[in-house]
């Protein structure tokens, strides 16, 4: 284990409840075991670490978050991804291959979508040029977590979301039946319905999309 995250790993462990962790551990479909500590408290903590032991080095980030990724609890992954949100911009697409390796380890929505919409969307949108590359290798991807990061990660891009780009991703994997793939188009349409609703509802009315990804697409319209 990376020796930054050691102390932060005890500290967890002595805060950690078990009634907690066992909640948790149920709702999450027993991904991973938990220590037991809420997301507030966790982040609280880390704050605390952060000022005892200095932050993480940018160029020991990659470390860092492959080390956390490496335990087994479920909140060091979650700091993981809540490190590399704080660093974001700072980011650059060099870093794309490692976002990747972890949105592909112990997959499951909490740290894919943090990562796919707050670390991969604001690394691309600062980095145009890298969009086709990897959204195509995201959409194409015979793996499904790949496949929702490419219809979430312009989530946040609001009146510069590439519609037609998103439209292609969408209609791509319509036809799907997994939950995560249906959730994620309706996610997505809602989103960008918050600033061009006209082109969701264009939208939603010329494609056969899922009851779910429907209503998801419409549900604030």
């Not at 969408?170 to 799907?176: G, N, T, V, Y």
């Not at 997994?178 to 939603?204: N, Q, S, Y």
Request: aromatic share 8%.
């Amino acid at each position: 284990m990376h020796a930054w995250l050691v102390p932060l790993r005890d500290t967890f462990k002595r805060h950690g409840d078990r009634e907690d962790a066992a909640v948790m551990e149920s709702y999450m479909k027993g991904i991973a075991p938990f220590f037991g500590i809420k997301a507030t408290p966790r982040r609280e903590l880390l704050k605390e670490h952060i000022a005892l032991y200095g932050p993480a080095a940018m160029d020991e980030l990659p470390g860092i978050a492959r080390a956390a990724f490496a335990c087994p609890e479920r909140e060091l992954h979650q700091t993981a991804v809540d490190l590399l949100m704080k660093q974001a911009r700072k980011l650059g697409p060099a870093h794309l291959p490692l976002v990747e390796e972890l949105i592909l380890t112990k997959s499951w929505w909490d740290t894919v979508d943090a990562l796919a919409i707050h670390v991969a969307g604001v690394i691309l949108k600062r980095h145009p040029k890298e969009i086709a590359a990897w959204n195509e290798r995201w959409i194409n991807s015979d793996d499904l977590w790949l496949n929702r990061t490419a219809i979430i990660y312009q989530n946040r891009w609001k009146e510069d979301t590439d519609q037609g780009l998103l439209f292609a991703n969408i209609d791509r994997h319509a036809a799907r039946k997994e939950f995560f793939i249906r959730k994620a188009i309706g996610w997505a349409l809602r989103e960008l319905g918050g600033t061009d609703p006209d082109a969701v509802r264009r939208f939603v009315a010329t494609r056969d999309l899922s009851p779910l990804s429907e209503r998801e697409a419409l549900r604030k319209l």
